[in-house]
């Protein structure tokens, strides 16, 4: 008989991660200045604390840390880009 051991830890780690990625479905709405660095940054740090705030009940959970990471760095992306877009659309004569 072959007897597998850790199963019952990945399923609830997978479990924990669906409903991790579950808190964190939906809208984020942000608003800053795209011309004020510090704007960005707060706009940012704002994003990030939302996103521990809504996976904190999974603290422990390493799928969910590297979610967690992933979405914050993805946001971070798509704030400096719309920051800059906004900068450049301000810079045509249209």
Wanted: no cysteine; glycine share 6%; proline share 2%.
């Amino acid at each position: 008989m072959l007897k597998i051991t850790g199963l019952e830890s990945l399923t609830r780690q997978l479990d924990q991660a669906r409903s991790a990625l579950e808190a964190l479905a939906g809208e984020v709405e942000v608003s800053f200045d795209p011309n004020d660095p510090q704007s960005i940054e707060t706009a940012i740090q704002s994003v990030e604390a939302m996103v521990d705030e809504r996976v904190a009940d999974w603290a422990g959970n390493e799928l969910v840390a590297d979610i967690a990471t992933e979405m914050k760095d993805k946001y971070r992306e798509a704030i400096v880009e719309r920051a800059a877009v906004a900068r450049l659309g301000e810079g045509s004569d249209d």
